[in-house]
């Protein structure tokens, strides 16, 4: 069984920077695609970044430009730097790395 443990959420303000940390422990093979979805309050789940072992990245539309995704294949983790943060970026931030979800980290940017 693979766990996934997310953190760095928190309440910012507009225009501020936030880091999101994913950690991955328990059984785990080797990781393809790491990647960040979010979910705001009615509304469906959504890409925010993807990156593979290999480096290829792909960023959710309203957040080219902004975010940062990484990845340390060592450790297991993935890691997603927000700056220029926007009111409609408040939502529960997940992971996954192709074994199900992390429990997510809330993020809510006031305006």
């Known amino acids: 069984q693979v766990h996934l443990v997310e953190s760095g959420g928190g309440l910012v303000q507009a225009g501020g920077s936030l880091r999101l940390s994913c950690v991955a422990s328990?059984?785990?093979?080797?990781?393809?695609?790491m990647g960040w979805y979010r979910q705001a309050p009615g509304k469906q789940r959504e890409l925010v970044a993807t990156?593979?072992?290999?480096?290829?990245?792909n960023y959710g539309d309203s957040v080219k430009g902004r975010f940062t995704v990484s990845r340390d294949n060592a450790k297991n983790a993935v890691y997603l730097e927000m700056n220029s943060l926007k009111p409609e970026d408040t939502a529960v931030y997940y992971c996954?790395?192709?074994?199900?979800w992390g429990q997510g980290t809330q993020v809510t940017v006031s305006s």
């Open positions: 328990g059984r785990i093979l080797s990781i393809n695609v």
């Open positions: 996954t790395m192709g074994y199900g």
């Open positions: 990156i593979s072992r290999g480096g290829i990245i």
